[in-house]
T-cell receptor, first 112, second 113 residues
Framework: ETGVTQSPTHLIKTRGQQVTLRCSSQ?????VSWYQQALGQGPQFIFQ???????GRGNFPPRFSGLQFPNYSSELNVNALELDDSALYLC???????????FGQGTRLTVV | GDSVTQMEGPVTLSEEAFLTINCTYT??????LFWYVQYPGEGLQLLLK?????DKGSNKGFEATYRKETTSFHLEKGSVQVSDSAVYFC????????????FGAGTQVVVTP
């Protein structure tokens, strides 16, 4: 059974650019959630995808968007990057809408 | 809204010492409670969980009991090792919030030989 994998592991972008982060969910998991973790803080919920539909969203602007594919993998897209978007982005997968999700190792995004 | 408060770190201990990390929560429903651990440069690993009042979660020598009367879920370990050095996050999930996890700010634990 494979775990949750994210790519890339590190990324540097310039303010105003767009970025796409990718996540492969754990085998058999149909729900993917994305979190933003700023340095020294706890993760903050961005949104969740369940069966290819956005199923819930945290307090993030519309320039944060996502997709889930039929194989349950997912993408997080961020447009018009700002310096404050610099953070560790974590993907978590679960079977259904239960807590106790399994996390990937994260993508470290730096916006300069 | 739902929130989690946990003790600030860093918590510095000697090897074989007793560890307690306090966690209290506020939730409108009946949450499930979790402890996650994050080792340097890595993502989060689920350490233990409890889904209803008086449940005790345990794993790798760590324990936490869901106390509804005090809205707490304190993490304990009787004898820590250097390898337990990490950041520990308390989190909750409410049934009608799509499994969204609400995290505390994290507590860094440093165990010295």
């Amino acid at each position: 059974e494979t775990g949750v994998t994210q790519s890339p592991t590190h990324l540097i972008k310039t303010r105003g650019q767009q970025v796409t982060l990718r996540c492969s969910s754990q085998s058999g998991h149909n729900t993917v959630s994305w979190y933003q973790q700023a340095l020294g803080q706890g993760p903050q919920f961005i949104f969740q995808y369940y069966r290819e539909e956005e199923n819930g969203r945290g307090n993030f602007p519309p320039r944060f968007s996502g997709l889930q594919f039929p194989n349950y993998s997912s993408e997080l897209n961020v447009n018009a990057l700002e310096l404050d978007d610099s953070a560790l982005y974590l993907c978590a997968s679960s079977l259904g809408q239960t807590g106790g999700a399994f996390f990937g190792q994260g993508t470290r995004l730096t916006v300069v | 809204g739902d929130s989690v408060t946990q003790m600030e770190g860093p918590v510095t201990l000697s090897e074989e010492a007793f560890l307690t990390i306090n966690c209290t929560y506020t939730a409108t429903g009946y949450p499930s409670l979790f402890w996650y651990v994050q080792y340097p440069g890595e993502g989060l690993q689920l350490l233990l969980k409890a889904t209803k009042a008086d449940d005790k979660g345990s794993n790798k020598g760590f324990e936490a009991t869901y106390r509804k009367e005090t809205t707490s879920f304190h993490l304990e370990k009787g004898s820590v090792q250097v390898s337990d050095s990490a950041v520990y996050f308390c989190a909750l999930s409410v049934a009608d919030s799509w499994g969204k996890l609400q995290f505390g700010a994290g507590t860094q634990v440093v165990v010295t030989p």
